[in-house]
């Protein structure tokens, strides 16, 4: 069975930096998006940022442009998102998602769609 294992959320001051790691499991496809989504009380799960594996293509929404960085070590199947001068607004419940499907396309785009992740995590908590 997939499995993916959010952990590394917590608090912090705005301006601050947290990395997010995301554990993934039981993932037997050789190409595929690996996401993260972030979801504030009351408001939907939107996308953060993506990347392609195997391959260096990352994608970004443009609110955590040039303060985020996601990375993926395929050998230790792992994945994480770098947080950088975190701010209010950045407070949610992140998950880490992925999807053997579409390629990042959905994020390519600009317009990340959840429905294209099958296997979630059950996400970690972030407040700023």
């Known amino acids: 069975d997939v499995q993916l294992v959010e952990s590394g959320g917590g608090s912090v001051q705005a301006g601050g930096s947290l990395t997010l790691s995301c554990a993934i499991s039981?993932?037997?496809?050789?190409?595929?998006?690996l996401g993260w989504f972030r979801q504030a009380p009351g408001e939907e799960r939107d996308g953060v940022a993506a990347?392609?594996?195997?391959?260096?293509?990352?994608y970004y929404v443009d609110s955590v442009k040039g303060r985020f960085t996601v990375s993926v070590d395929k050998a230790k199947n792992m994945m994480y998102l770098q947080m950088n001068r975190l701010k209010p607004e950045d407070t949610a419940m992140y998950y880490c998602?992925?999807?053997?499907?579409?390629?990042?396309?959905?994020?390519?785009?600009?317009?990340?769609?959840?429905?294209?992740?099958?296997?979630w995590g059950q996400g970690t908590q972030v407040t700023v």
């Open positions: 990347r392609y594996v195997p391959g260096q293509m990352s």
């Open positions: 998602a992925a999807d053997s499907r579409h390629h990042c396309r959905s994020f390519y785009v600009g317009a990340p769609n959840e429905n294209d992740f099958a296997d």
């Open positions: 039981g993932y037997g496809y050789e190409e595929y998006c």
